[in-house]
């Protein structure tokens, strides 16, 4: 069974970097879409990054700037750095991709940013 194995949350301080991973556990053919949400507590889970298979590139407001959404299609695998992070970036970030047949989710990672 495919699914998204996800890796790279932590804490860190304010200012600070990660860099988040996923790879798909199986082989799933033509993902045309990749993506990054992250819910913050509190409130709804909203889009933090997504990229095309034709390359074409779309960052929620907040993180424009400071955030890059990195694909491989070739190894179904993407990732997502993040810089500048500040500690309203804090929540639980979540991987999504989708093929014509399916559509998959990582289990969430927390990523906690705090002194």
């Known amino acids: 069974q495919v699914g998204l194995v996800e890796s790279g949350g932590g804490s860190v301080q304010p200012g600070g970097s990660l860099r988040l991973s996923c790879v798909a556990s199986?082989?799933?053919?033509?993902?045309?879409?990749m993506a990054w949400y992250r819910q913050s507590p509190g409130q709804e889970r909203e889009l933090v990054a997504s990229?095309?298979?034709?390359?074409?590139?779309n960052y929620g407001d907040s993180v424009k700037g400071r955030f890059t959404i990195v694909r491989d299609g070739a190894k179904n695998t993407m990732f997502l750095e993040m810089t500048r992070l500040k500690p309203e970036d804090t929540g639980v970030y979540y991987c999504?991709?989708?093929?014509?047949?399916?559509?998959?989710w990582g289990q969430g990672m927390q990523v906690t940013v705090s002194l």
């Open positions: 999504n991709m989708m093929s014509p047949r399916t559509e998959l």
């Open positions: 199986g082989s799933v053919d033509n993902i045309y879409l």
């Open positions: 990229k095309t298979s034709g390359g074409f590139t």
